[in-house]
């Protein structure tokens, strides 16, 4: 049984001048970035909850942020539809241009780090390969603002959700449509997928909750929140989420049969949030200005997902050298969302769960890039 616990800010932080549209977790962990009302976008410690930085970056709000795989630029989405890379060290942007004809709704990374998704207001999901940002290849299908989208864990697949009341699958390398996975009723303002890519979630205005299953593309079940669902975050067991609603509300649920496990209720209303890459706290961004921190409790021993890389390396002995032979061996490389190392097995992929090599953290497979010819 999990349990949610709000954690108090050592001190008074300075916070946004209006709402927080948008938060989002650095790689590590160690910081939260935010996106609001005053154009701004913030640092925060996750730890202490205090301010580091801000950096002005538009005089109008800021509707989306991000942070980049490597930490090294922040990423703005503006109303008006501007994505701009900026190096939070010198406060300059690194590069900006009109992403989009009206506000940047989400900015996300998929999780190799060599793709970006923005979502927008147009009724487009965009996908932009690092480097060549300028060049996107566009997600059509929606006919309304669509309200965000999310990569699965091994970054093949894209969840879409809109305010026309559709939830839609794609395939990133082709960008087409997949499935149409169902409609709500009513705008939907919220939704995620499970890391090992058997469940998605998507919650509407009128509150209510719906679970899909990717393996047949089907509703497995719904539930209904006091308010419009502001954010939704599956956990790494497999069959938790949490979910967050406008008034303030953020409730701990098992899935597949919506039973809540716990709640803890902010003072403010609630615009956004985002989950801790290790799933131990989720940042909560408000009407006040504020990002709180909620920990989430009782899942430290549960298995971590990873993607893994399959790869093929050519090794050789000395006595196959001396006869010129060289020796394919299959490896899977990985990240441990814990210890943040890479590593790397050998021989066969584990079946179940095991342990990381370097810090022993359990874990366990979400998804598996194909083979990739590697020569050492």
Known sequence: MGTLRLQTTEGAPEGHSGEVFACCYSPDGAMVISAGWDGCLRAWDASSGLTLAAIPAAAKPLSACAVSPDGMYWLSGSMEGML??????????????????????????????????????DRQVALRRVGREREPRVLSSHHDIVAGCCFAAGGSQLLSWSYDGTVRLWDVA??????????????VT??????????????GMDGGLKLWSLVDMSEVGAAVLPGEVRGLF????GASFLAADAEGLVTLLNAPGFEVQDQVALESKIQA?????????????????IVHFLAIE?????????????GIKQTSTGFDRL????????????ACPACRQG???????PGGEFACPLCGRRLRVASTLPVMQAQF
């Open 323 to 334: 006869f010129g032979r060289t020796r394919s061996l299959q490896t899977f490389s990985f």
């Open 190 to 203: 919220a939704g995620d997928i499970s890391p090992d890519g058997h469940w998605a979630v998507t919650g």
């Open 234 to 237: 599956l956990l790494p067991d």
């Open 84 to 121: 701009t890379a900026w190096d939070p060290a010198s406060q300059s942007p690194h590069w900006t241009f009109m992403a989009h004809t009206r506000p940047v709704s989400a900015i996300r990374f998929a999780p190799d780090g060599q793709t970006l998704a923005t979502a927008s207001w």
């Open 343 to 349: 590593s790397e097995l050998t021989g066969s992929l």
């Open 174 to 187: 082709s960008a087409r449509e997949l499935a149409l996975l169902g409609e709500h009723g009513t705008r």
């Open 298 to 310: 009782g899942f430290e021993e549960a298995a971590l997902p990873v993607t893994v890389t399959q």
């Open 273 to 289: 949030g985002s989950l801790a890459p290790v799933a131990d706290q989720l940042a909560i961004g408000c009407e006040d200005g």
